[in-house]
């Protein structure tokens, strides 16, 4: 009974080391996403809550939004959130900002030429921002 009650242990001890760490390694993204939550929870606001969920995702699943898809469903001067990275595929005419964790080097260029301005998401939301915002992705 005690070999018994080692092989148990053992096999548990190796099943939690085989066990892929979830967590990000990126301290900036982590307490992003830890400030996002303590803020929906105080303010009552969803969108806090929905952006912390989706960057709580690995990164190959989160979200990846063409800048054709930011064209079509916002108005110009719209702020729109990507918890994950902006694609440039397509173009922009809408002066905007785009919040996002990431954007390709050439869809910088083109929200930048349309006259978007491009923000990083661990900084916008310290602000508590109260404009109108469109989560895509």
Aim: include cysteine; charged fraction near 25%.
């Amino acid at each position: 009974s005690t070999l018994t009650f080692i092989n148990r242990i053992a096999f548990i001890m190796s099943t939690m080391a085989s066990i892929r760490k979830t967590q990000t390694t990126n301290q900036e993204l982590f307490d992003t996403i830890r400030e996002l939550k303590k803020m929906s929870a105080k303010t009552g606001v969803g969108v806090y809550r929905a952006v912390a969920e989706k960057l709580s995702k690995t990164a190959s699943q989160r979200s990846e939004v063409n800048l054709s898809k930011i064209e079509r469903n916002t108005q110009d001067k719209d702020v729109v959130i990507v918890p994950g990275k902006v694609l440039s595929s397509g173009t922009l005419t809408k002066k905007g900002t785009i919040v996002a964790c990431n954007a390709s080097e050439s869809a910088h260029d083109k929200s930048s030429k349309a006259g978007a301005s491009n923000v990083a998401i661990m900084g916008y939301f310290a602000d508590e921002q109260e404009s109108k915002q469109t989560v895509l992705g």
